[in-house]
């Protein structure tokens, strides 16, 4: 089993459509995130969710906007998609707290093209 | 606000020949240090971590780095390279604080291994 599955892989679409990326996770993590690595592969966080509550929301258009139904996943959902999204977008999970809470395991990524 | 920097955009090494990556941070206390390995078409994974004590922490697949906080570097080493060891490679450093900055990393840019048979 993957400890943290994203879906799709792989999203090509037009510029303009609304598309979604899902998110799991099997490790009974309290903390989910998703990252995003830009086409000159810096990895930058986006969002963080402990619990289904978001508690790290960085400066991203609110065009992204996530959503947590429950502990084990995470969703990204993409208005009105823009040549500027076009990237690998990461989710991971961490569990427990102090230092471990910054232990993250990754998914595989989702790359999104927008064409 | 913090940053971390891996000068080496790009490494080449001989199967067997020994590696050291370099990764220099930016915080303003001790953080907790990373470094993860992401293969093509794959998700990162964790080779090693610092949060304190001993400065040299071992790590999966033979690597080690080591923290030296007078030159706020936490560089990633191994004795000697596998072909399956090309990858890239990033360091990250993590909050120390900690509350509702937990899993907030810090990326660098990465650092790609080639490896020579």
């Known amino acids: 089993d993957t400890a943290v599955s994203q879906t799709p892989k792989y999203l090509v679409t037009q510029m303009g459509n609304d598309k979604s990326i899902k998110c799991e996770q099997n490790?009974?993590?309290?903390?989910m995130y998703w990252y995003k690595q830009d086409s000159k592969k810096f990895l930058k966080i986006m969002f963080s969710y402990n619990n289904k509550e978001l508690i790290i929301n960085e400066t991203v258009p609110n065009r992204f906007s996530p959503k947590s139904p429950d502990k084990a996943h995470l969703n990204l959902h993409i208005n009105s998609l823009e040549l500027g999204d076009s990237a690998v977008y990461f989710c991971?999970?961490?569990?427990?707290?102090?230092?471990?809470?910054?232990?993250?395991?990754f998914g595989a990524g989702s790359r999104l093209t927008v064409l | 606000a913090q940053s971390v920097t891996q000068p080496d955009i790009h490494i080449t090494v001989s199967e067997g020949a020994s590696l050291e990556l370099r990764c220099n941070y930016s915080?303003?206390?001790?953080?907790?240090l990373f470094w993860y390995v992401q293969s093509p078409g794959q998700g990162l994974q964790l080779l090693l971590k610092?949060?304190?004590?001993?400065?040299l922490v071992q790590g999966i697949k033979g690597f080690e780095a080591e923290f030296k906080r007078s030159q706020s570097s936490f560089n990633l080493r191994k004795p000697s390279v596998h072909w399956s060891d090309a990858a890239e490679y990033f360091c990250?450093?993590?909050?120390?604080?900690?509350?509702?900055?937990?899993?907030?990393?810090?990326f660098g840019q990465g650092t790609i291994l080639t490896v020579h048979p």
């Open positions: 610092y949060f304190s004590g001993d400065t």
């Open positions: 490790l009974g993590h309290d903390t």
């Open positions: 990250a450093v993590g909050p120390f604080a900690g509350g509702t900055s937990y899993g907030k990393l810090t």
């Open positions: 991971a999970s961490s569990g427990g707290y102090g230092s471990g809470a910054n232990v993250l395991t």
């Open positions: 915080y303003g206390a001790t953080p907790y």
